[in-house]
């Protein structure tokens, strides 16, 4: 920013984010899982590997859910 130009306004109040409720939903599916819900691991591919293991269970389970 150069010196002589006005900084930026600064929105005020609630603003909705784009697509945050996504991840925070996501999110909450994965502390469903006890072994996620703390960081424990001490590798960083043992953590990854727990991830795909805990949305391949959601993934599955709504694919064998019966229809209503």
């Given at each position: ?63 064998t859910r019966?229809?209503?």
């Amino acid at each position: 920013m150069r010196a002589d130009a006005e900084p930026p306004t600064r929105p005020s109040g609630f603003r909705v984010l784009a697509h945050r409720w996504v991840v925070e939903r996501t999110i909450a599916w994965l502390t469903t899982h006890r072994r996620l819900a703390k960081d424990y691991e001490r590798l960083v591919e043992t953590g990854e590997m727990l991830l795909y293991i805990a949305m391949s269970r959601i993934l599955l389970r709504r694919l064998t859910r019966k229809e209503r």
